[in-house]
């Protein structure tokens, strides 16, 4: 995950990178003899791998803030942008069985093997809001909240976000501790009868990092 934001003023631009793959995969073997000298051997191979890729872009622009005390400051956000999801899943499976007759003097060997693959990428407007509270001018609190897809491609899509961030001075920038938890979920179906592929899915979790500002 990596997210880059540039501003002037009240006005600014986003990008967000995700990317994540998860694989499994599991071998099974078994071996028979039902009868003297016939050996029956099968094993076989499964795996299954999927990979996720979100990239956002966007702008925001801030709608109002206040200054609670000296270096204590709160603002809101509008967040306008969109979502590019693509998705790719991987099978393989394959089998291969033996049957080994030493006393006829023969030995048969079948293998079976399939590889089918398919993916999905869609783009989903998004609209939101987010809320940057500073304690001190080392300290601040952000939340945002977004939704989006609307029914033009995705049904509906949604994200929250809190992070809390400690910031150290250096000259000419800063960097950044940070610390929360994002939560993001879509879901989405094309095609119908056998053809219908779709995606539901929640991701949730802690999210740590750094930042760095000039």
Same mark, same amino acid.
């Given at each position: 995950?990596?997210?880059?934001?540039?501003?002037?003023?009240?006005? +600014?631009?986003?990008?967000?990178?995700?990317?994540?793959?998860?694989?499994?995969?599991?071998?099974?073997?078994?071996?028979? $003899?039902?009868?003297?000298?016939?050996?029956?051997?099968?094993?076989? $191979?499964?795996?299954?791998?999927? *990979?996720?890729?979100? #990239?956002?872009?966007?702008?925001?622009?801030?709608?109002?803030?206040?200054?609670?005390?000296? +270096?204590?400051?709160?603002?809101?956000?509008?967040?306008?942008?969109?979502?590019?999801?693509?998705?790719?899943?991987?099978?393989?499976?394959?089998?291969?069985? $033996?049957?080994?007759?030493?006393?006829?003097?023969?030995?048969?060997?079948? *293998?079976?093997?399939?590889?089918?693959?398919?993916?999905?990428?869609? #783009?989903?407007?998004?609209?939101?809001? @987010?809320?940057?509270?500073?304690?001190?001018?080392?300290?601040?609190?952000?939340?945002?909240?977004? #939704?989006?897809?609307?029914?033009?491609? *995705?049904?509906?899509?949604?994200?929250?976000?809190?992070?809390?961030?400690?910031?150290?001075?250096?000259? +000419?920038?800063?960097?950044?501790?940070?610390?929360?938890?994002?939560?993001?979920?879509? !879901?989405?179906? !094309?095609?119908?009868?056998?053809?219908? @592929?779709?995606?539901?899915?929640?991701?949730?979790?802690?999210?740590?990092?750094? *930042?760095?500002?000039?």
């Amino acid at each position: 995950m990596s997210y880059f934001e540039a501003s002037k003023g009240k006005a +600014g631009l986003y990008a967000d990178f995700v990317w994540t793959r998860i694989g499994l995969s599991n071998s099974t073997a078994s071996y028979r $003899n039902p009868i003297g000298g016939l050996q029956l051997s099968s094993v076989a $191979n499964q795996a299954v791998a999927f *990979s996720l890729t979100i #990239v956002e872009m966007g702008g925001t622009y801030e709608l109002a803030h206040w200054n609670a005390s000296e +270096g204590s400051r709160t603002a809101v956000d509008a967040v306008l942008g969109f979502r590019y999801w693509n998705t790719v899943a991987d099978l393989t499976f394959d089998r291969t069985t $033996n049957a080994d007759f030493s006393r006829l003097g023969f030995e048969v060997t079948r *293998s079976f093997a399939i590889a089918p693959s398919g993916g999905l990428s869609w #783009v989903d407007p998004l609209v939101g809001v @987010r809320l940057r509270h500073q304690f001190t001018p080392r300290q601040e609190l952000l939340v945002r909240g977004d #939704v989006g897809g609307f029914g033009l491609q *995705s049904t509906f899509a949604w994200q929250a976000l809190a992070a809390y961030s400690y910031q150290w001075s250096f000259d +000419g920038g800063a960097i950044a501790a940070v610390a929360g938890y994002r939560a993001l979920s879509t !879901t989405y179906a !094309t095609g119908s009868g056998l053809d219908a @592929r779709g995606l539901d899915i929640l991701l949730h979790g802690p999210v740590i990092g750094a *930042s760095l500002r000039f």
